[in-house]
């Protein structure tokens, strides 16, 4: 059952089982096939990393290339936009098989998953979490790490959904998002930014993303939305008649990014 706090609002979900909730979600059936996860997250890699490129230019805009770390890295793609552009970049993902895809498609090593992981002592320019915020169980706990492994004025960047978005608002319980077990919370472009600033962040910039997804993905998005609400009934038939590996920008306007930097 979807909870919300009474004084801030926000809303979340407890997973039944917490010290297995992330080996049991996101295993290998997450990125292939999943309908709370991807029908195909390799097959996605140039819409991903035309993604990356554009946050690529964003962190540019504050700072020259040092040391990154992609939180819920996936296979890489994230990391291998940073490397390319001269950042030094690592990542860390929970699912072995992703790790495993990752080395022998880019001869990255990824860290396992969690911050304790990570050597210690090292300190890491831009921590980024790109659709990860919302599926970890503790997000302050996690943003306290992401502080502590942040040199001096070290740049936070998320990438998050909007429950207070258009979209999510006019599609009700149908919004694709609301997902448990997969999802776990869900934020507002409000609660979000005083969440970070609350410890011991500064806002530097904000946006919508230059997200792209192919067809297939966004069919299986707006499904979901129509099982429940009228909002993108009239979308279905024609995004049926397209190739479901055409690339395309992301048009439902409910993603939104912002970027910190450490006090």
Not at 99 to 109: D, F, I, N, P, V
Request: aromatic share 12%.
């Amino acid at each position: 059952m979807i909870r919300e706090c009474l004084n801030c609002r926000h809303q979340f979900y407890v997973p039944p089982d917490v010290e297995s909730h992330v080996s049991s979600v996101y295993g290998d059936d997450y990125f292939q096939g999943s309908p709370a996860g991807y029908t195909d997250y390799l097959g996605e890699e140039k819409a991903q990393r035309l993604s990356a490129k554009y946050y690529v230019r964003q962190a540019a805009r504050f700072r020259q290339p040092g040391r990154s770390l992609d939180v819920g890295a996936a296979c890489g793609f994230f990391v291998k936009e940073f490397l390319d552009a001269g950042w030094q970049a690592t990542g860390l993902e929970p699912n072995a098989t992703m790790r495993m895809t990752a080395r022998q498609r880019y001869g990255l090593e990824l860290f396992e998953g969690q911050f304790k992981e990570l050597p210690e002592g090292e300190a890491y320019d831009l921590v980024s979490m790109i659709q990860v915020i919302s599926h970890l169980i503790d997000p302050v706990d996690s943003i306290k790490e992401v502080r502590s492994r942040l040199s001096a004025k070290g740049l936070f960047l998320v990438e998050t959904w909007d429950r207070r978005s258009l979209a999510a608002m006019a599609s009700g319980r149908g919004w694709h998002e609301y997902n448990p077990p997969s999802v776990l919370h869900w934020f507002s472009r409000r609660s979000l930014r005083e969440l970070v600033e609350s410890q011991g962040f500064r806002l530097l910039a904000k946006g919508l993303p230059r997200k792209r997804i192919q067809l297939g993905r966004a069919s299986q998005m707006i499904r979901h939305s129509v099982e429940e609400s009228t909002l993108g009934r009239w979308m279905t038939w024609p995004l049926s008649l397209a190739p479901a590996n055409l690339v395309v920008p992301y048009f439902l306007g409910d993603a939104f990014w912002m970027l910190f930097q450490k006090k």
